[in-house]
Nanobody, 117 residues
Framework: QVPLVESGGGLVPAGGSLRLSCAAS????????MGWFRQAPGKQRDMVAS???????TYADSVKGRFTISRDKSKNTLYLQMISLKPEDTAVYYC???????????WGQGTQVTVSS
């Protein structure tokens, strides 16, 4: 298990920006890939962006060009820079990690992002 702690959520107006952070501890050295997911009320949890150990990134179509995922391995911290936020980006955002030798995701507790129109 790798404890993951998100921070940086909040309330912003449409068009605003936020940067989410996710600090990993414990067996952080064994992380293969990390990602950000989000879940809006009444909807399923969807992947927003992911990054591998070789820094290969993927994004959901809905956030391409607006969100940027990055990772500071020296600090065991994952980031999600979000710009041009829209009300439909409102959700609980979760950080997740895949450990070496594991197929499942380890989850953080989530941080609320609310974009007002």
């Amino acid at each position: 298990q790798v404890p993951l702690v998100e921070s940086g959520g909040g309330l912003v107006p449409a068009g605003g920006s936020l940067r989410l952070s996710c600090a990993a501890s414990g067996r952080a050295f064994s992380i293969n890939a990390m990602g950000w997911f989000r879940q809006a009320p009444g909807k399923q949890r969807d992947m927003v962006a992911s990054i591998t150990n070789s820094d290969t990134t993927t994004y959901a179509d809905s956030v391409k060009g607006r969100f940027t995922i990055s990772r500071d391995k020296s600090k065991n911290t994952l980031y999600l820079q979000m710009i041009s936020l829209k009300p439909e980006d409102t959700a609980v955002y979760y950080c997740a990690a895949v450990l070496a030798g594991s197929s499942g995701w380890n989850w953080g507790q989530g941080t609320q992002v609310t974009v007002s129109s």
